[in-house]
């Protein structure tokens, strides 16, 4: 959808009014009908606010958002391994928690692609634009989780 409506894409991700006031706005929707929490359905949301300006000019592949949740998969288990190698150094203990934190938020961009190929994004109105703009903001979170610091 995003190659064959590239204007609509960009609308919404190039106007911080209708990417806030109306994407955001029905993906908590899509969120919370896919009974995810609601303080888990709002971090989410904040950080698609934060990858708005990233996506503008991302093209979705399907095989590079497969390849991602692998290493994504990948990655968490050596985090999970690491973690149960302690004690850790302050210093690795502090890398650790940010990894995790961007785990966290990892695991979320993988929900949202889950979500966006299922019937829930029909049935609650986002139209096909913004489950492109969906999904470039689930595939954003898991690429920034497997970011290398």
Avoid: W
Avoid at 11 to 28: P, W
Wanted: net charge neutral.
């Amino acid at each position: 959808m995003q190659q064959r409506s590239p204007s609509e894409y960009r609308e919404i991700c190039d106007n911080v009014g209708h990417f806030v006031g109306g994407f955001c706005v029905i993906e908590k929707h899509v969120l919370l009908t896919a009974r995810i929490e609601e303080y888990a359905a709002d971090a989410l949301i904040e950080q698609a606010k934060a990858l708005r300006r990233t996506i503008v000019n991302m093209t979705l592949d399907p095989e590079r958002v497969r390849s991602d949740i692998v290493a994504f998969r990948d990655s968490c288990c050596g985090i999970s391994k690491r973690l149960h190698e302690l004690p850790l150094e302050e210093e690795e203990r502090r890398r650790l928690v940010k990894k995790v934190k961007r785990t966290v938020a990892g695991i979320g961009g993988v929900a949202i692609v889950g979500i966006n190929v299922s019937s829930i994004v029909v049935t609650v109105g986002l139209s096909a634009p913004g489950a492109a703009v969906s999904g470039a903001i689930g595939s954003g979170l898991i690429g920034a989780a497997l970011v290398v610091d």
